[in-house]
């Protein structure tokens, strides 16, 4: 049965991507921020793509390095992403997510010639599930995630005819930023971020900024400020109109299906309509 009800911001968990040409502070700036989310090194992982540069920040505090060996396919990504998950994780940072883009477009053009004539186009019907799958695995993290994503580099002639580099285009399928629920580039030369999307209006219109841990913190109090998961759950469970809805609800909340409380509501709502459903049909039969 399809239901109207009052929009309602949940809480959830970070998908925050950094954009930076190399050399920019993607990694540093990455931790400095988790660890404001967190407040425990111990609860921050990184995905480590780049050669073990994480852990040339290992003054930093006690975090945890998965380190990615090539090929970067995205089936390892999504591997590590669950070991983390499952090793209790809090913020994971990938770093980068770059790898696993160029990855699939040298394993696509391979797929190409062995298999579809040289025909690239033909080629991506096999690819893109992999990225997409690789895609959902970060959407549905039960964690914090930042992705680093490394940007073409390119100069730029600026005053007094000094030279300038910068970041132009992120090294990812085009509209990863749009997955995400904040998106942030990094200059080269100042460190500061502005950003190019941003779900939480807390970056949008402000002066560029430097990301330390009091961004993370800021970030942690919008993920933490909207309804919980179980209150979502509740008042889902509190208007299903038939026991087939509930089923659904119940579902849905899979996590939940031990707490008392969302329990009680649950066999609340399902005696209140199996008095319905008698009634019903006692009236029904009277008819």
Not at 145 to 164: A, F, L, N, Q, W
Request: contains cysteine.
């Amino acid at each position: 049965m399809i239901q109207l009800k009052k929009a309602t911001r949940k809480q959830v968990k970070l998908r925050l991507n950094i954009s930076a040409p190399s050399g920019a502070g993607k990694t540093y700036s990455a931790l400095r921020m988790a660890y404001g989310i967190t407040g425990d090194w111990s609860k921050v992982a990184v995905i480590d793509t780049e050669n073990g540069s994480a852990s040339l920040y290992s003054n930093l505090g006690d975090f945890n390095v998965v380190d990615l060996q090539p090929p970067f396919t995205p089936e390892k990504y999504v591997e590590a992403l669950s070991a983390c998950s499952a090793a209790g994780m809090e913020v994971i940072i990938i770093d980068s997510s770059s790898h696993e883009w160029a990855c699939l477009l040298e394993e696509n053009e391979l797929l190409a010639q062995s298999t579809f004539k040289g025909n690239t186009w033909s080629a991506w019907s096999k690819t893109t599930p992999r990225h997409d799958r690789f895609i959902a695995a970060v959407l549905h993290c039960p964690a914090h995630v930042i992705t680093c994503t490394r940007s073409k580099m390119e100069t730029v002639m600026g005053e007094g005819k000094k030279v300038h580099k910068v970041g132009m285009k992120d090294v990812q399928r085009e509209g990863w930023e749009y997955e995400l629920t904040v998106s942030l580039n990094i200059d080269r030369e100042t460190h500061l971020a502005i950003p190019s999307k941003d779900r939480t209006n807390l970056f949008e219109g402000k002066q560029p900024f430097l990301i330390t841990e009091e961004t993370g913190q800021l970030i942690k109090e919008w993920c933490e400020s909207g309804e919980s998961e179980l209150q979502s759950a509740i008042n889902e469970m509190t208007i299903v109109a038939t026991i087939d809805d509930m089923k659904v609800v119940w579902s849905k909340y899979k996590g939940l299906q031990t707490d008392a409380k969302f329990v009680n509501v649950k066999d609340k709502r399902k005696k209140e309509l199996e008095k319905l459903e008698t009634e019903k049909a006692a009236q029904n039969g009277t008819n």
